[in-house]
């Protein structure tokens, strides 16, 4: 049995995602919530922090579709209610208008806010739920899933990376330059998120018209 990976699917959802998620733009926070600790237990909370984005994001990814059917929510409701929240948040890494989070009391830092919502906030669910549906709202192929979730993965990666050695970044970019990178792919989102409201639009007149 051959599964057929779709490149261009893997590459869009990777994209989407690693823009959404702003590696280098947690990297303030990231160093701001964990001040005082040892390089040992950083590179620790960034591990934790990581695995806990990717529980949530792949839960969605592969059972949102039930969730939503369980709610009687389409998928252009999903992609115009997930463009929103992506426009939201690429207005705010447009204008810096960026909170530094607080602790959540009797929680691991890493769990909260840095993992959720942090890195998997609504706009990277959302992102994720919407790659995982075809446009008729069904379930995509095994090839197409398995593209998704490998782009997932990436990005979680590099999110990794970036906390694991948010002391280097920190040093080489200095704060200019992570807030030129986190302008730049906020105007990226922009983009994404007006093409996810378009899309959806289209799929309601589409549904309209078919209508008799």
Known sequence: MTIDLDAALAVQAFVTLLVIMDPLGNVPVFLGLTSGEERA??????????????????????FGTQI??????????????????????ALQMLTGDVHMPNRAENVNVAIVPLGVPLMAGPGAISAAM????????????????????LAIAAALAVCWVA??????????????????????????????????????????????????
């Not at 237990?41 to 592969?62: D, G, I, K, P």
């Not at 939503?68 to 948040?89: D, E, N």
């Open 41 to 62: 237990s950083r590179r620790r909370t960034a591990r934790h922090a990581t695995a806990a984005a990717a529980l949530l994001v792949y839960l969605f990814a592969f």
């Open 130 to 149: 919407v790659f995982m549906s075809d446009r008729g709202g069904g379930a995509l192929t095994l090839g197409s899933q398995l593209s998704v979730a």
């Open 163 to 212: 906390l694991h050695w948010a002391g280097v970044l920190e040093r080489l970019l200095k704060a200019n330059g992570i807030h030129l990178v986190t302008r730049v792919m906020g105007l990226l989102l922009v983009a994404i998120s007006v093409e996810l409201v378009a899309s959806a639009v289209q799929a309601y007149v589409a549904g309209v018209s078919a209508l008799p």
């Open 68 to 89: 939503l059917a369980a709610l009687s929510i389409s998928l252009p409701a999903l992609q115009a209610g997930g463009g929103i929240v992506l426009f939201l948040t």
